[in-house]
């Protein structure tokens, strides 16, 4: 049981680029969810997904796509990326059928854009 | 929407001392209230959670947390605290039954444990 798995760990992009940056989980967990991590800011919402199929906007969507063909992914694409979206960038999923909303958090990517 | 509020942002402490971390939000309704640390270079565990019941809640490492719903406040105490407690701390609110799984964070509390 690896729980919740990102990749890659660090990324270096330059302004423009492309990329998409992984998560899966292996817990059949309903509920994923993509945040943003800011020096003194906390996390922010991106974008979350409550079933495959089914996505839609956080606190901070712009810059980003997100896509659930499979309950165990849940991949975030930067469509152009620019220097504001430096940030370490965490994958969360959680069980939306039982009363616990507890998260569980993946190791982060720590995303650099020069 | 609900926010939430940590007003120590920076916290130095010796072994041992007690630990107190501050953290209210706004939001009329029923809510759950969680506690998470991160400790450098690793990702975000659950200290504890409140969902309902008493309002006093254990949690690992000999953390625990108030409720208090008169103050919208949900604080972090540790009695004595240790050097690997040296950690940012997180609180977040989730909007109860019927608010999905959507988590609003606190911007964090740094902790530093100094031998």
């Known amino acids: 049981n690896a729980g919740v798995t990102q990749t890659p760990k660090f990324q270096v992009l330059k302004t423009g680029q492309s990329m998409t940056l992984q998560c899966a989980q292996d817990?059949?967990?309903?509920?994923m969810s993509w945040y943003r991590q800011d020096p003194g800011m906390g996390l922010r919402l991106i974008h979350y997904?409550?079933?495959?199929?089914?996505?839609d906007q956080g606190e901070v969507p712009n810059g980003y796509n997100v896509s659930r063909s499979t309950t165990e992914d849940f991949p975030l694409r930067l469509l152009s990326a620019a220097p504001s979206q430096t940030s370490v960038y965490f994958c969360?999923?959680?069980?939306?059928?039982?009363?616990?909303?507890?998260?569980?958090f993946g190791p982060g990517t720590r995303l650099t854009v020069t | 929407a609900q926010s939430v509020s940590q007003h120590n942002h920076h916290v130095i402490l010796s072994e041992a001392a007690s630990l107190e971390l501050g953290c209210n939000y706004s939001?009329?309704?029923?809510?759950?209230l969680f506690w998470y640390v991160q400790y450098p270079g690793q990702h975000l565990q659950l200290l504890l959670k409140?969902?309902?019941?008493?309002?006093l809640v254990k949690g690992i490492k000999g953390f625990e947390a108030e409720f208090i719903k008169s103050k919208f406040s949900f604080n972090l105490r540790k009695p004595s605290v240790q050097w690997s407690d040296t950690a940012e701390y997180f609180c977040?609110?989730?909007?109860?039954?019927?608010?999905?799984?959507?988590?609003?964070f606190g911007t964090g509390t740094q902790l530093k444990v100094e031998l």
């Open positions: 939001y009329g309704g029923t809510v759950n």
């Open positions: 977040a609110v989730n909007a109860g039954p019927g608010g999905g799984n959507k988590l609003t």
């Open positions: 969360a999923s959680s069980p939306t059928r039982l009363s616990s909303y507890e998260q569980y």
């Open positions: 409140y969902f309902s019941g008493d309002p």
């Open positions: 997904s409550v079933g495959a199929g089914i996505t």
């Open positions: 817990m059949n967990h309903e509920y």
